[in-house]
């Protein structure tokens, strides 16, 4: 029942952030449209967790994630840098969140979440 999808290129960066809370985006969008030229993103893949940590200085989040398979990783606790650092202002530490993750330029990264 929370199933949009749309395309990261069309989403501004900006627009997201202020999109997110209203949007239920769980993604699926493909990476054929990213258009930045200097990075290569794998598969990206919904997962779900807990924030353990924010770091808006570094762009940084500590997650406690469930598995994410494309990214063969178990479950645990990482941590991931974010597209956008506007991401991190929207959770703390102790929200529980969905996002989706995958690889920019080697490192994981999450590219949109939502608390949930
Ligand atoms: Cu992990």
Avoid: E
């Amino acid at each position: 029942m929370m199933r949009k999808t749309f395309c990261y290129a069309t989403v501004a960066l900006l627009a997201w952030s202020t999109m997110a809370l209203a949007q239920s985006a769980s993604n699926h969008a493909g990476h054929h449209q990213h258009g930045m030229s200097s990075s290569t993103m794998t598969t990206t893949q919904s997962a779900s967790g807990v924030v353990k940590r924010v770091d808006i200085g570094a762009g940084k989040i500590t997650v406690d994630h469930g598995p994410i398979k494309s990214l063969s990783m178990d479950a645990m606790t990482m941590v991931f840098r974010v597209k956008d650092p506007a991401m991190l202002k929207q959770v703390k530490a102790g929200d529980r969140i969905n996002f989706d993750a995958g690889r920019i330029n080697g490192a994981l990264t999450i590219l949109k979440m939502k608390k949930r």
